[in-house]
């Protein structure tokens, strides 16, 4: 059974590939957020997450007019399509530059902020970026996106348990890497 923001999000979809305006700007509204969180975790930079983004909702719009409610819901494959686009950015830096992507861009807390609190984002940025790209995609669907676990599977392509050995191994080698952060009650 669907809940019902998976249902009245297969309305939308099926609105905006009649050209509701009104429906393709709340999709927008409800879907840009969390898709550019998604993007900027992922590749590092808001202005590649931007064009992530903008990307994603070209190909709903394209797709819309034959989207079927069903097996996955829109949410899900909302999700696929911006991880697809940002692994194309992915590997076209690294043919055009031969190396692995940059660290993540700092998003933590600003500079009125402690230092401690600065140095702690970019650990924990720089410890995410570190990550193999499969555990790096787990953490950020499931930690960052929020989806659950079945629908970041399917999102990933993986079965629920693959996920979740995913997401153990990004877990214990995060928790390594930040070991000396960790505050004694």
Avoid at 100 to 114: A, I, K, L, M, Y
Wanted: hydrophobic share 40%; proline share 5%.
């Amino acid at each position: 059974m669907k809940s019902p923001g998976a249902e009245a999000d297969d309305q939308l979809v099926l609105l905006a590939g009649r050209g509701d305006q009104a429906a393709i700007r709340t999709l927008v509204n409800s879907k840009l957020p969390r898709l550019l969180g998604l993007a900027r975790r992922m590749l590092g930079d808001s202005v590649d997450a931007e064009d992530v983004a903008q990307e994603t909702f070209i190909k709903v719009w394209k797709f819309s007019r034959h989207w079927r409610p069903g097996a996955a819901s829109f949410d899900t494959w909302l999700h696929k399509v911006a991880l697809n686009l940002c692994y194309d950015r992915l590997r076209r830096r690294r043919r055009m530059t031969g190396e692995p992507p940059p660290d993540q861009v700092d998003e933590g807390p600003g500079p009125d902020r402690n230092l401690h609190a600065q140095d702690v984002g970019r650990r924990v940025s720089a410890s995410l970026a570190g990550l193999p790209p499969r555990q790096k995609e787990a953490i950020v669907l499931c930690h960052y996106q929020e989806l659950g676990n079945i629908e970041a599977a399917q999102a990933m392509g993986v079965s629920v348990e693959a996920l979740e050995s995913l997401l153990s191994r990004a877990r214990r080698t995060l928790r390594a890497n930040l070991a000396d952060l960790a505050v004694d009650d």
